[in-house]
């Protein structure tokens, strides 16, 4: 059958003509020869005993005035119910290689407290384990990763929490029913370490290779649960130590890590949250955009050792880091969320979808009160960020064929000579032929009129909304909890057998369009 193409017209000028209107053309191929998923575990999400991510973000216990279900926050968990979180990784993160599990189960009143070395010193009960998260799980609707503790666990301690959770009989499932969970959890993902270039035990990468086929060995399939296994894979552009895992560990795993964050620099102060010039702005899109040829080179590294496709990629960390805001403790990772995170995650999800064939998991850092989150908590207040309106914006590509996107748009280059396009585009169909199509305009100034020519437009009907914000600085705030929120979208208008779409300055727009 001959390509249908959606071609997305817009009037553009220069940039810098600040009254003009940014012209972009968009080719969207609704039937493309090669057809591949949008995984819904591309918008998976990571919970870390980190700050007040767990404690007071997910969980603050059944005896807290907080409005509460069985513990967990009822504000918080509603919330994700309604975002479709498909898959949630825990317990880190750099706190994984020093979790013991057996310390968070059995009754909370004899459960040992700990230090949280890695994270502010903080002193946690452990009043929030295995049960706690597994169930949360089963709560919203969502798959379990566990990240396993390999940089100072056992092999036998790894090897019987896998017991611990899934098996239907024997010792660890007997002890597991003492506990109060009578049948097993369904655990699919399992992670083997974390970062173990760093603070999962500062290893090299043909060391942890060895590790690893010792560790996985002993993770057994129990009770007709099958472990999907996962290397601890590599930061950013060390290519050599995805390359290493691929030719020392190949198929003994089912997928490789990969992390990434927008980040100004390791060293020194990573900018504000909510302070910056235009030039910050822009500096941090185009990091972001550097991801793409990130994860182009991991996954070429991976075709020259498994050309069939056997093993995935999952970029199970990834977003914004910025400094923490002042006055908080900075070992907890604290950040508040603006219209930039949310262009960040934006172009982030335009990116993964073309690289589904490999790239199957993506988790941003993190749900709750950390980096780049979802929801804030103070007390028993809650208000959702930007980035959890785009994540909720998104969803509706969660496991819908992707159609490949041609987007010619004017591009800004950064301060590091990093190109990102001014506007941008992605699109999916789903089971029903609903074609969905979400449009980012980066553009702090510059509005952007999209013509669209769809097939049989005379007969489409066409649904829209928008996230915009008067300044990029714009964030949500426990006394302003709605200053940035989704809106429904109604400045198009079909003319001439085209879906015309006026988008603003620094937007993103979700159009579902039925043909």
Known sequence: ????????????????????????????????????????????????????????????????????????????????????????????????????????????????????????????????????????????????????????????????????????????????????????????????????????????????SHLYRRYQTYCRDYSGNRLYKVASGASDYDYNWTEVLMKNIGGLMHGVSLHYYTVKGWNGSKGSATVFDEEEYYNTLGKAAGIEPVIVKHIAIMDQYDPENKIDLLLDEWGTWFDVEPGTNPGHLYQQNTMRDAMVAALSFNIFHKYTRRLKMANIAQIANVLQSMVLTKEDKMVLTPTYHTFRMYNVHQDAMYLPTECDSPKFTDALDRKCPYVDATASKNSDGIINITLTNTSLDQKAEVSMALPFSKKAEVSAEVLTSKNAQDHNEFDRPDTVKPAEFDDYKIKDGKLIVKMPAMSIISLSVKL
């Open 1 to 208: 059958m001959k390509n249908t193409l959606i071609t997305i017209l817009a009037a553009i000028a220069l940039p810098v003509i600040a009254s003009a209107q940014l012209k972009v053309n968009v080719n969207i191929d609704t039937d493309p020869a090669e057809t591949n998923m949008i995984p819904k575990e591309i918008y998976g999400q990571f919970a870390e005993h980190l700050g007040s991510c767990i404690y007071g973000g997910l969980w603050v216990g059944p005896d807290s005035e907080i409005p509460n279900i069985d513990g967990y926050r009822t504000d918080v968990l509603e919330a994700l119910k309604a975002l479709k979180v498909p898959v949630m990784r825990w317990p880190g993160g750099c706190f994984a290689d020093e979790y013991h599990w057996r310390d968070g189960i059995g009754p909370k009143e004899d459960r040992p407290r700990m230090v949280n070395s890695n994270w502010g010193g903080t002193v946690e009960d452990n009043s929030f384990g295995t049960h706690e998260f597994l169930n949360l799980c089963e709560m919203i609707g969502c798959e379990p990763y566990i990240s396993g503790n390999v940089g100072s666990g056992t092999v036998e301690e790894l090897a019987k929490w896998v017991e611990y959770m899934t098996a239907a009989d024997g010792p660890m499932a007997r002890l597991r029913a003492e506990n109060g969970r009578k049948e097993p959890w369904k655990v699919k993902y399992l992670g083997v370490g974390n970062e173990s270039w760093g603070c999962g035990g500062n290893m090299a990468p043909e060391y942890y």
